[in-house]
């Protein structure tokens, strides 16, 4: 089966004409069904538009070839629209799941989020999906009626469940969150309106996750090759990778081996899930959306092969490339001007923009310190640059 040909509608796809709707109703579009809708929403909001100016992995001033949040974002959505296309799926709940699932993140990839994290730890931290449900249920302000973008209850599940379960259902949270809990935001989200934390999203939401997985490591390999980080024949020791680089010509330059590779790996990735994903099909026979939903495990997956070929790609990646010193050394520098912004608007909270200081009760401290959070996180990279030379003598060159 090409990977292109579209397959009849599933019995199990997500339908919008079926959706449980919004937390708010509003009249139904004329031209557009709700998960089309819920789509446009989140790429016309000012989340979605940072994203341009977030760190993947490399900073914004080491090259304009660099993967940023958001080319992250659309190579996922590409993905994930491939994905459903072939499943039977709906895709524009698949794109709605795969534009989402990053506006949560804040300046400076993982070392920001782990220095907000730091900063909040006394506040219930800081988890980018969880600010991901904020932005899109409160933060985003474009509307007359409401906070918020009010998307479908399929999105929202989606955004928050994509990789599963956040608890079992008497409650207890599941590996991902076993340690310290599922994080206070989405908790109490879920007593407004209940996204079932229990259960697994829908089979969109499901690829949506895949092609997160699929779209990390295919464009990690290629901007770590980019950097110089590794070469060809250091990541060809990963088995899976070894494969497909000894069956591309060796008289091709390197740089046109690099992307047949890449173009190998999301091919072969994508063909394995709509295998396994077509053997647990026939394993659960799903009747409907809500057996997918109720089923034991996910529906839409790797294949055990494949799954460890990913572990494999990760495993190599994670010390010759995010924690190489190079990606280290700016990271370090990184967290701690999210560190010192942190401390100076909790200090000082004056020097917040007007709008954010509006209706701020500074006698508490956990609303302030959120309040502050919310800002630092939805800056941009640039612009935690400019806020700290504002306020700071020395700002890091993140070099």
């Known amino acids: 089966?090409?990977?292109?040909?579209?397959?009849?509608?599933?019995v199990y796809a997500a339908d919008p004409a079926k959706s449980r709707g919004r937390l708010r109703p509003e009249p139904r579009s004329a031209s557009r069904n709700d998960f089309r809708r819920d789509c446009d929403r989140i790429i016309h909001s000012a989340a979605f538009r940072r994203l341009?100016?977030?760190?993947?992995?490399?900073v914004y001033h080491e090259g304009d070839h660099f993967r940023t949040r958001l080319t992250h974002t659309l190579e996922v959505v590409q993905i994930a629209r491939s994905l459903a296309r072939a499943l039977g799926l709906d895709e524009d709940l698949a794109e709605a799941a795969a534009l989402a699932h990053d506006l949560g993140h804040s300046p400076f990839g993982h070392a920001g989020e782990r220095a907000l994290d730091e900063c909040l730890a006394s506040y219930g931290g800081f988890d980018h999906?969880?600010?991901?449900?904020?932005?899109?249920?409160?933060?985003?302000?474009?509307?007359?009626?409401?906070?918020?973008?009010n998307l479908t209850w399929e999105t929202l599940e989606?955004?928050?469940?994509?990789?599963?379960?956040?608890?079992?259902?008497?409650?207890?949270?599941?590996?991902r969150y076993a340690e310290r809990g599922?994080?206070?935001?989405?908790?109490a989200y879920s007593r407004v309106e209940d996204l079932e934390l229990w259960s697994y999203a829908s089979a969109e939401a499901q690829a949506a996750a895949l092609a997160d997985?699929?779209?990390?490591?295919?464009?990690?390999?290629?901007?770590?090759?980019?950097?110089?980080?590794?070469?060809?024949?250091?990541?060809a020791s990963v088995p899976a990778v070894g494969a497909i680089v000894g069956e591309i010509d060796t008289k091709l330059d390197a740089?046109?081996?690099?992307?047949?590779?890449?173009?190998?790996?999301?091919?072969?990735?994508?063909?394995?899930?709509?295998?396994?994903?077509?053997?647990r099909v026939r394993?659960?026979?799903?009747?409907?959306?809500?057996?997918?939903r109720n089923a034991s495990s996910a529906i839409v997956a790797f294949s055990p092969a494949m799954a460890k070929a990913d572990a494999d790609i990760k495993g190599f990646l994670y010390p010759r490339m995010y924690r190489s010193d190079r990606v280290m050394h700016v990271m370090r520098d990184a967290e701690q001007i999210v560190r010192d912004l942190f401390g100076h608007y909790s200090a000082n909270p004056a020097d917040l923009p007007p709008e954010w200081t509006q209706g701020l009760d500074l006698s508490d401290a956990a609303a302030r310190a959120r309040h502050v959070g919310d800002y630092i996180a939805g800056m941009t990279d640039r612009y935690a640059l400019v806020e700290h030379a504002r306020h700071f003598k020395h700002t890091p060159e993140l070099r």
């Not at 989606?158 to 379960?165: A, T, V």
């Not at 999301?266 to 053997?279: G, H, K, Q, W």
């Open 255 to 279: 740089s046109r081996r690099a992307h047949e590779t890449v173009r190998q790996i999301i091919t072969r990735m994508i063909e394995d899930v709509m295998a396994e994903s077509a053997r």
């Open 129 to 149: 999906n969880a600010q991901a449900l904020r932005i899109v249920t409160s933060l985003e302000r474009r509307y007359a009626q409401f906070d918020g973008l």
């Open 213 to 235: 997985d699929i779209a990390y490591d295919a464009h990690d390999i290629d901007d770590g090759l980019r950097a110089g980080l590794f070469n060809l024949d250091d990541i």
């Open 52 to 58: 341009a100016h977030k760190t993947q992995v490399f």
């Open 158 to 175: 989606g955004l928050i469940k994509h990789n599963g379960p956040l608890m079992t259902r008497d409650g207890k949270p599941t590996s």
């Open 283 to 292: 394993q659960l026979k799903p009747r409907s959306y809500a057996d997918v």
């Open 1 to 10: 089966m090409a990977i292109s040909t579209p397959i009849a509608r599933a």
């Open 182 to 187: 599922v994080p206070a935001p989405i908790l």
